[in-house]
């Protein structure tokens, strides 16, 4: 369930919500069933966020680093993921009709099925193989 406090300190702006996020990096962020639709995210350090079950339709998400994010049945419709970085993250969301995937970086996981990748290449997202810790 979305933490209340955390949901309050991005609600504040993308500055304001990085700059928490670099001074408490050891705190789990946990956003699940949060709606954050149509908020502007760019840039915005999203890193091993659990959103699962999130409304992210029509965010502005350009830029963002959705690195290690859990992105369960989250509602992406729309949502703008352009050069955003969805590394080390499983890519199971519920919709992502009309969302603009340009120079998304993601990586190919073992989980991650074909047709997915090939359809996130084809709508301009860049595969990246996994890095051997």
């Known amino acids: 369930m979305v933490n209340l406090v955390q949901l309050e300190q991005l609600h504040q702006g993308v500055a304001s919500w990085n700059q928490w996020r670099d001074r408490h990096p050891e705190v789990s962020v946990d956003l699940s069933e949060a709606d954050l639709s149509g908020l ?3 840039q915005a ?3 091993s966020v659990d959103l699962t079950n999130a409304n992210l339709s ?3 998400l350009s830029h963002a680093d959705l690195s290690g994010a859990v992105l369960r ?3 992406m419709s729309h949502a ?3 050069h955003a970085q969805v590394l080390n993250t499983p890519l199971n969301w ?3 009709r009309g969302t603009c995937f340009t120079q998304m ?3 190919r996981l073992p989980k991650l099925s074909l047709h997915l990748e090939t359809s996130l290449m084809a709508r301009g997202a860049i595969a990246l193989d996994p890095v051997e810790p």
Request: aromatic share 4%; charged share 30%.
């Open 80 to 82: 703008d993921l352009s």
């Open 40 to 42: 502007d995210l760019q």
């Open 105 to 107: 970086r993601f990586t």
């Open 58 to 60: 029509h965010a502005n």
């Open 45 to 47: 350090n999203l890193r």
């Open 94 to 96: 519920a919709d992502s």
């Open 73 to 75: 049945q989250v509602d």
